[in-house]
């Protein structure tokens, strides 16, 4: 199983960012995906999640701004980033979960400037 994050990099406070992370080597569809973010000297944290049946569920601290989908077609989950602050600066990755197992990927750094 392979999952590739792509889409961070620098923005300023209030920008937007869309993070991808395409999936493979798993039956897509049968996955729940999340997506956690660590910042420097922190705990990995939740962010989001989606169901395979596209039920979703947002941590409090991004509800309103972040959100989360999939594309089936695609092997592919989002999360769009909107009002972005500093706070949010961390390395987000991506997490596959089906039939009791969890895949990560590799992750990819979103730096917030204020």
């Known amino acids: 199983v392979q999952l590739q994050a792509s889409g961070g990099g620098l923005v300023q406070a209030g920008g937007s960012l869309r993070l991808s992370c395409a999936a493979s080597?798993?039956?897509?569809?049968?996955?729940?995906m999340r997506w956690y973010r660590q910042a420097p000297g922190k705990q990995r944290e939740f962010v989001a999640l989606?169901?395979?049946?596209?039920?979703?569920n947002h941590a409090e601290s991004v509800k309103g701004r972040f959100t989360i989908s999939r594309d089936d077609a695609k092997s592919t989950v989002y999360l769009q980033m909107n009002t972005l602050n500093a706070e949010d600066t961390a390395v987000y990755y991506c997490n596959a979960y089906v039939r009791g197992s969890q895949y990560w990927g590799r992750g990819t750094q979103v730096t917030v400037s204020s």
């Open positions: 989606i169901t395979s049946t596209g039920g979703t």
């Open positions: 080597g798993l039956i897509f569809g049968a996955a729940g």
